[in-house]
């Protein structure tokens, strides 16, 4: 069976402390090296568009939302999982490269919403064709039904959170 650099780190773990079950190792810490390995593919597929992966992350949350390609930016913060001066600062760069636009919320004349430009459907449409097309490329070793099982498991883990 083939090794990697895990096998190694749990063998010297296990050696130097018999004492503990290091089995967890076996499974977490490929799942952390290879979300390294991960955000370095996704930065290079929207380094293609000319887009941080942050950048991807809020543009990509308005063109999932459909048709206007708005939301609140409460809603932008709670989707990309940032504070709300965090996505204050993100939609005024975004607005500065003319990617979004603020305007008030027809719906509340107090709230503003923020929309995504054809300029930044553009990027974002060509960054997640980028981005599955590089996926696709690093699932490629696997099976489709090997695919599916992965995805449920990882499913399970993530419920833990």
Aim: with cysteine; charged share 30%.
């Amino acid at each position: 069976m083939p090794t990697d650099d895990v096998d190694a780190i749990v063998d010297a773990w296990a050696r130097e402390r018999p004492d503990l079950d290091v089995a967890p190792l076996q499974v977490l810490s490929r799942v952390t090296r290879l979300g390294q390995h991960l955000d370095t593919a996704r930065s290079l597929a929207f380094n293609r568009q000319e887009l941080d992966t942050w950048e991807f992350d809020v543009l990509a949350a308005l063109r999932r939302s459909g048709d206007p390609y708005a939301l609140s930016p409460g809603q932008l913060a709670v989707t990309t999982l940032v504070t709300s001066g965090t996505i204050t600062n993100r939609v005024d760069r975004l607005e500065t490269r003319g990617l979004v636009r603020r305007e008030p919320d027809p719906t509340d004349r107090r709230g503003v919403r923020v929309l995504l430009t054809p300029e930044g459907q553009v990027r974002v449409d060509g960054a997640i064709k980028d981005l599955l097309e590089s996926e696709r490329e690093i699932l490629s070793g696997i099976s489709e039904a090997e695919c599916e099982t992965l995805a449920q498991l990882l499913r399970q883990l993530m419920q833990r959170f």
